[in-house]
């Protein structure tokens, strides 16, 4: 199976920060990598598929990037509402793979 | 508005059954793969199975913890996918989430919780 790391495991922002995050396949997954952020009680919720494509109606502050192993998540601009946790998911094989999480919380 | 509604949830005891269903409504169903994703308390998510599309032969995957106990199935006319959970242990206790899985999961359902508890 493909482990998925990430980077770090929590971290502590004000609104207006600039956030990354950063995720690690075990092995090459080229881009088949995809970012969720998920708030309390409810499921996750899908922000970049493919490592850097926005999904639809996703606010364009988020970004990602990388290929092969190593891959980020970047908030340019936190808002409120972007206070959550974030896993990076591996798409390229069966069994699908999250990595473990980063919180994000008020400083 | 594409929508995931899954149902069936429930206390069951250690080795039981439970059967969950969800319901598409909003996109192509047929057409789609489909995915059970599951939640204990307190962790991340972790991927179950899937079902392809009928087009693609209709086979599943399972992850290893559940491989030989649960069963994906879908019925397409009814715009429904199931996930047949048999021998079930304390560890199954969690959220599931059925979600639509073109490659990404892009849509998710609100989820039903599975506790599984003497």
């Known amino acids: 199976d493909i482990q998925m790391t990430q980077s770090p495991s929590s971290l502590s922002a004000s609104v207006g920060d600039k956030v990354t995050i950063t995720c690690r396949a075990s092995?090459?997954?080229?881009?088949?990598l995809n970012w969720y952020h998920q708030k309390p009680g409810k499921a996750p919720s899908l922000l970049i598929y493919?490592?850097?494509r926005l999904q639809s109606g996703v606010p364009s502050r988020f970004s990602g990037s990388g290929s092969g192993t190593d891959f980020s998540l970047t908030i340019s601009s936190l808002q409120p509402e972007d206070f959550a946790t974030y896993y990076c998911q591996q798409s390229y094989t069966v069994p699908r793979t999250f990595g473990p999480g980063t919180k994000v919380d008020f400083k | 508005e594409m929508q995931l509604v899954e149902s069936g949830g429930g206390l069951v005891k250690p080795g039981g059954s439970l059967r969950l269903s969800c319901a598409a409504s909003g996109f192509s169903f047929g057409n789609a793969w489909m995915s059970w994703v599951r939640q204990a308390p307190g962790k991340g998510p972790e991927w179950v199975g899937r079902i392809k599309s009928r087009v693609d032969g209709e086979t599943t995957d399972y992850a290893a913890p559940v491989q030989g106990r649960f069963t994906i199935s879908r019925d397409d006319s009814k715009k429904t996918l199931f996930l047949q959970m048999n021998s079930l242990k304390s560890d199954d206790t969690a959220v599931y989430y059925c979600?639509?899985?073109?490659?990404?999961?892009?849509?998710w359902g609100q989820g039903t919780m599975v506790t599984v508890s003497s």
């Open positions: 493919a490592a850097s």
């Open positions: 979600a639509r899985d073109p490659d990404e999961f892009d849509i």
């Open positions: 092995q090459n997954i080229d881009i088949h």
